[in-house]
């Protein structure tokens, strides 16, 4: 199993981006697809029409978002990937570092290009532009 570390400077508040992470209006915004999210711990959550799932395991608003991370790739991951957002406000900025961990090998390169083609690359031009 293998883990990542990518950092990302949004030129929005976090209030914007933490919107962007757990509003699920927002989530369509930015192209994940059909979803189910919201900011509660212990929460259940889905996005891209239920292709990633998993669960809302420590949430502190507006800071602090971890989740337990399950794909539909074949074969079915058999234990959770563990993603953490960590929001932190610069200047009327938000500095965003995500951790994912437990991920499979041969699912690794597909999920480290994919948080900036698919997930964050994509939340961040949606923030900007409302800004």
């Known amino acids: 199993m293998k883990s990542l570390k990518q950092t990302y400077i949004i030129n929005a508040p976090v209030k914007e981006v933490w919107k962007a992470l757990t509003d699920p209006k927002y989530i369509e915004g930015w ?3 059909k979803c189910v999210m919201d900011e509660k711990e212990g929460t259940n959550f889905s996005l891209w029409g239920e292709s ?3 669960r809302n395991t420590k949430v502190v608003s507006g800071k602090l978002l971890i989740q337990d991370w399950y794909s539909d790739e074949t074969p079915k991951w058999k234990s959770p990937s563990i993603v953490t957002f960590e929001l932190v406000e610069e200047n009327g900025n938000t500095k965003l570092d995500l951790t994912q961990e437990n991920i499979p090998e041969k699912d690794f390169q597909n999920i ?12 961040k031009a949606f923030v900007e532009s409302k800004n």
């Open 31 to 33: 192209g994940a697809g």
């Open 52 to 54: 990633i799932w998993g």
């Open 112 to 123: 480290f290009d994919g948080w900036k083609d698919y997930y964050v690359g994509p939340l």
